[in-house]
């Protein structure tokens, strides 16, 4: 015999994902391109610059990595803003919220870097572009889990539930 609480979740779970779910779903992942976008500008930009200005070379793991580091910390921030107003409509922004949408961005990233090593353990590969595919599931993975924290930790209820 099932519980209340039980059939209450089989009947969610059979109507599917409502509507405004899948809409601020969808919103997600505009923000999320549009922060890989951005991203991927501004580490031109930044490598760009320092070849242009320091003598740095742009090919370098220290030049790329800071590059990389640099444009993160900005689209974390303009990723917080969007998703705020945009896909969560939670305006005005708040510290605390901000920074709980860092360390919510951080540990999923955390979590993709992990997919990514776990999947090259797994698969050899040996041309840029297998490795391109696999870090592509490992960055689905990582968006995955950074709209559930965001769901759930950073632009939840007071009560805990998701905004609709």
């Not at 510290?95 to 919510?104: E, K, S, V």
């Not at 050899?124 to 950074?146: C, I, K, M, W, Y």
Request: proline share 4%; hydrophobic share 50%.
């Amino acid at each position: 015999m099932l519980t209340r609480k039980q059939k209450s979740l089989r009947y969610r779970l059979a109507q599917g994902i409502p509507q405004s779910q899948v809409k601020r779903i969808l919103r997600f992942g505009v923000v999320g391109g549009i922060g890989t976008l951005l991203n991927t500008l501004l580490v031109l930009l930044f490598l760009s610059w320092a070849g242009r200005t320091r003598d740095i070379d742009p090919g370098s793991h220290t030049a790329a990595s800071l590059a990389a580091v640099g444009a993160w910390i900005i689209c974390c921030g303009v990723n917080y803003l969007l998703n705020a107003a945009w896909t969560f409509r939670r305006w005005p922004p708040r510290w605390n919220q901000a920074a709980q949408y860092y360390l919510a961005a951080l540990s999923s990233f955390l979590i993709q870097i992990a997919i990514l090593n776990l999947l090259l353990f797994f698969i050899q590969t040996d041309r840029p572009v297998e490795t391109a595919v696999l870090n592509g599931v490992a960055v689905a993975t990582g968006s995955l889990f950074n709209y559930l924290f965001a769901s759930i930790w950073v632009f939840a209820e007071k009560g805990g539930a998701p905004h609709p």
